[in-house]
């Protein structure tokens, strides 16, 4: 027998292998990026996820992967020599019963895209619910940041829907927070990207 196998959706147990602090195990990602040795800006990122009806999911989950302060990615590879080792570039974080979920890192740089010119600095995204066939793919962007004018990717979504990618900024405690919700359906659904 031969072909492809057909798509299932993600739920319902992958938290148990992806986030196993959920059922009393052991995470071997965080949702900190951050070691003592890390340079640059650091920052949160805080969010909620919805559902198409509004009611929040507190059993999705949320991956990132982002450039250094540098804009260099941590890459096997070995094509972006350079990033910050002491840098994770990649977290994983669960919602919780309030479908909240957050992430401590610091402000990306910009990184080129593939024509070479440089992409606004931005957190890629994929987030895992129950009942979503494959993760769904978004990005990250800051409310601060002069460079989302001429980001070529931001600049493919509508103007009335690029908002849904703009993590706001709001200080607190003289640290730096970016809240961005995310809504799978509805009036306010997230602007999702193909993988």
Do not use: C
Request: hydrophobic residues 40%; aromatic residues 10%.
């Amino acid at each position: 027998m031969s072909g492809i196998t057909p798509s299932s959706t993600v739920g319902p147990y992958f938290l148990y292998g992806l986030v196993p602090s959920t059922y009393g195990g052991t995470d071997i990602i965080f949702n900190s990026l951050l070691t003592p040795d890390v340079s640059g800006e650091r920052i949160r990122i805080e969010g909620r996820i919805f559902d198409g009806d509004g009611a929040v999911i507190p059993d999705a989950m949320v991956e990132t992967w982002q450039a250094d302060a540098e804009g260099k990615l941590n890459h096997a590879a070995g094509a972006k020599a350079g990033a910050n080792t002491a840098f994770k570039g990649f977290g994983r974080a669960p919602t919780n019963a309030e479908g909240d979920y957050s992430f401590d890192t610091i402000r990306p740089g910009s990184v080129a895209g593939p024509d070479g010119k440089p992409q606004a600095p931005h957190i890629a995204v994929n987030v895992f619910a129950r009942g979503v066939l494959r993760h769904l793919t978004t990005r990250i962007y800051f409310s601060d940041e002069k460079a989302n004018a001429e980001d070529a990717i931001l600049g493919l979504v509508p103007a009335d829907r690029r908002d849904t990618l703009i993590a706001n900024r709001h200080d607190r405690d003289g640290a730096i927070v970016y809240r961005f919700d995310i809504h799978l359906q509805g009036d306010n659904e997230t602007v999702f990207f193909e993988a």
